[in-house]
C-alpha cells in the first residue's frame, strides 16, 4: 500500500471523547472512524490487522477440529421467547417487527440458532460430538460504549459452540478451547490469565473468563499470588471473620440525628463500623423489592446477590418503593419489614448485637440480632471481595488488579436443548439432550488490546503476528531520482518476496512528518530509503522497539528482514 494513495489519514490530536490509550492511539493512526456512539469503521489498517487475529482464530479452531460456519444476523424473536431471553437480555437485545408482523431481533449472541440447527442436524449419538464456529459482526445496544473498541455495540466476535453427548465430553472440548485460546491470545500478543466469572444472561454452571491485565481494564480481578486464585470481582469470594461468641442483648432505640450514612453513625455512636448492619435496597423484575443486608463495613455486591434470589436483573429502589415496604431511607432495618425479600450476608447473620435502622428518621437500634429480632428470607455470601481480603482458599492477602475480558467460555449444559428440543438417541435409543458449550472472542477488543499493552510515547507497536504491514518503507527523496528509483524497486522486490510493505512515498510530507507517522503507525520495521543510505551503502533500518538504526546493504536486505521479522520483540 502507498501512503499518497492510502484510503486513511493520521491525526495530530486524538479525539476528544478519547480516554484510553488505545483509542487515542487507533484514532491518531487511522485504524478506526467513529460513525456514531460505540459504531466504529474499520479502516485498511485495522482491517489487515482484524484479518490476521481472525486468520489465528480459525487456525486454532479447526486445530481442535472446529467446523467453520455462518450463521444469520438477523433472528426470529420466537426463539428467544423460548428460551427466555427476549426479556431477560433487554434492553440491549434490539427488537423490532418485520412487515409481517413477526417479532425479530439482531445477533448478540447464537446459541438459540446452534440450539436450532442442533435439533435439525443431529439425531444420533454416533453424531456426536461436534464443534461449530464462526466470525462474525453482532449488535447489542450497550448503554455505556466507552473506550474506543473496548465497549462498542457493533463488535466482530467468534463465537464457538460444542454438542456432546454428556457432561464428559462438554469437559474435555471446555478444555480444548481453554487451551486454544491462550494459544490465540500468545499469538497476538496478548497473554491473558483465566478467572472465574459469571454466568449472567448465558446460564449453565460455569464460567471462565481470560484477561488481560491493563490499567485500561474495566473489570476488577481478586488474585492470590499464593496459591492462584483468581476471580471476577463480581463473584469473588474471601475468607470471612468468624464473629465472636457473646449474648444477645435487648434491643434499645436511640436517637442518631443527621446520620445517614454508616461513617457518620459509626462516629457518632463510637462503634467500629463492623457492628453495624447496612440497608441496601433493590428492586428485581416484577416489582418485587429486595432488602439487602451486610455488615456495615462491607458492600452489596449485585451479582452475587441477583445469583442469591434467582433475577436476571436488579435496579436501585425508589424512596417511594422502600416506603412503601414500611422501611425509611438512610434509617432502614429489617425488622418489622414486610412486602420486601430480605437476604442477609452470612456474616451479618452470623454477628449478633448490631447497630442497624429503626425505619424512623433520626433513629437506630441497638443489638439488633438476625433470627431474633427478623427472619431473614435468604441468606448468602453477598458481599463484594476487596484487596486485602483473605484469600478463601489460603487466607492470604488478595490483591486487586484490573484487567481487560478478551474471551470467555461457557459451560451451557442443556439450558438451551432441552427447551428448544436439541434432543439426540443414545445407544439404547432414548431421547437424551445434547450437551453444549459456547466459547467467545471479540476480535474488536482483541485488536483494542493489543494496543493497550504494546505502545510508547510515540505511537503503537505492533506484535508482528497482528501488525496491518511488517514493514513501513520511508522513502526521503527530495532531489533524489536515485532514491526514489531504488525505494520503488525494493517495494515491488519485498512484497514479490511475500513481505508486506506500507511505503510512504508522499511527496509533500516532511521527514519529520513521516517518522512520527512511522512511529504513531507502529510497525515491526522501518526501512528508510534516501540519497544519504545510499552514499552509506545500503538503507537505513530501525525495529520499532529499539532506538538503534544501521545500515543494510541492499544484497542482504531481504535476508535481514526476515531475520528481523522472525526475532520476538
Not at 433475577?311 to 412486602?339: D, K, M, N
Request: charged fraction near 25%; proline fraction near 6%.
Amino acid at each position: 500500500m502507498r501512503l499518497s494513495h492510502a484510503f486513511f489519514q493520521t491525526l495530530r490530536d486524538a479525539p476528544a471523547d478519547a480516554e484510553l490509550t488505545s483509542h487515542k492511539l487507533l484514532a491518531r493512526a487511522g485504524f478506526i472512524q467513529p460513525l456514531g456512539a460505540g459504531i466504529y469503521s474499520y479502516l485498511p489498517l485495522a482491517r489487515r490487522s482484524m484479518d490476521k487475529i481472525e486468520a489465528i482464530i480459525r487456525q486454532e479452531m479447526n486445530a481442535i477440529g472446529g467446523q467453520e460456519i455462518t450463521m444469520p444476523v438477523a433472528q426470529p424473536g420466537d426463539l428467544w421467547q423460548q428460551t427466555g431471553r427476549w426479556d431477560a437480555a433487554y434492553p440491549e437485545l434490539v427488537h423490532w417487527r418485520d412487515r409481517a408482523g413477526r417479532d425479530m431481533t439482531l445477533a448478540m449472541t447464537h446459541e438459540e440458532v446452534v440450539a436450532d440447527l442442533a435439533r435439525r442436524q443431529i439425531s444420533s449419538w454416533r453424531q456426536l460430538p461436534q464443534m461449530v464456529y464462526h466470525i462474525q459482526t453482532k449488535f447489542r445496544d450497550e448503554p455505556r460504549s466507552r473506550g474506543g473498541l473496548i465497549r462498542v455495540r457493533e463488535f466482530t466476535m467468534k463465537d464457538s459452540y460444542s454438542l456432546d453427548a454428556d457432561e464428559a465430553g462438554l469437559d474435555r472440548q471446555f478444555e480444548a478451547h481453554r487451551v486454544a485460546y491462550h494459544r490465540i491470545f500468545q499469538r497476538c500478543g496478548v497473554p491473558a490469565i483465566t478467572v472465574s466469572a459469571d454466568v449472567g444472561m448465558m446460564g449453565g454452571s460455569k464460567s471462565v473468563e481470560f484477561m488481560a491485565l491493563t490499567p485500561a481494564g474495566e473489570d476488577t480481578l481478586l488474585l492470590c499470588d499464593q496459591c492462584g486464585y483468581a476471580a471476577n470481582r463480581e463473584v469473588a469470594a474471601f475468607r470471612k471473620p468468624a464473629p465472636p461468641a457473646e449474648a444477645l442483648l435487648p434491643v434499645e432505640k436511640v436517637a442518631t440525628p443527621h446520620c445517614k450514612t454508616i461513617a457518620e453513625l459509626a462516629a457518632f455512636l463510637g462503634v467500629p463500623e463492623s457492628r453495624t448492619a447496612k440497608a441496601v435496597f433493590f428492586v428485581a423484575e416484577g416489582g418485587k423489592v429486595i432488602f439487602a443486608i451486610t455488615r456495615g463495613d462491607m458492600e452489596v455486591n449485585e451479582t452475587k446477590l441477583r445469583q442469591a434470589i434467582g433475577a436476571t436483573a436488579l435496579r436501585p429502589a425508589t424512596e417511594e418503593e422502600i416506603r412503601a415496604v414500611g422501611a425509611e431511607p438512610g434509617y432502614g432495618s429489617p425488622v418489622g419489614v414486610q412486602g420486601a425479600l430480605i437476604v442477609v450476608d452470612d456474616l451479618a447473620a452470623a454477628s449478633p448485637n448490631l447497630v442497624a435502622g429503626a425505619n424512623q428518621e433520626g433513629y437506630h437500634l441497638r443489638h439488633v440480632s438476625c433470627g431474633r429480632d427478623y427472619i431473614p428470607d435468604i441468606v448468602a455470601d453477598i458481599t463484594a471481595a476487596r484487596g486485602g481480603d483473605p484469600c478463601p482458599t489460603c487466607a492470604s492477602p488478595l490483591h486487586a488488579q484490573r484487567g481487560v475480558e478478551v474471551g470467555n467460555i461457557f459451560k451451557l449444559g442443556t439450558r438451551y436443548s432441552v427447551v428448544l428440543g436439541a434432543l439426540y438417541d443414545d445407544p439404547q435409543g432414548v431421547k437424551q439432550p445434547i450437551v453444549m458449550g459456547s466459547y467467545g472472542i471479540g476480535v474488536g477488543r482483541l485488536l483494542a488490546t493489543a494496543a493497550e499493552l504494546h505502545h510508547d510515547e510515540f505511537g503503537l507497536r505492533w506484535p508482528a503476528s497482528i501488525a496491518p504491514f511488517q514493514v513501513h518503507l520511508v522513502l526521503l527523496a527530495k532531489k533524489a531520482p536515485q532514491a526514489e528509483a531504488e525505494a520503488d524497486r525494493l517495494y515491488a522486490e519485498l512484497w514479490g518476496a511475500g513481505v508486506e510493505v506500507l511505503y510512504d512515498d508522499r511527496e509533500e510530507a516532511s521527514p519529520g512528518v513521516k517518522f512520527a507517522d512511522a512511529d504513531l503507525i507502529g510497525l515491526p520495521l522501518r526501512i528508510t530509503v534516501s540519497a544519504r543510505s545510499l552514499e552509506q551503502g545500503g538503507v537505513e533500518l530501525k525495529r520499532r522497539d529499539q532506538a538503534e538504526r544501521r545500515i543494510v546493504p541492499l544484497a542482504e536486505l531481504l535476508a535481514t528482514v526476515r531475520q528481523e521479522l522472525a526475532t520476538p520483540a
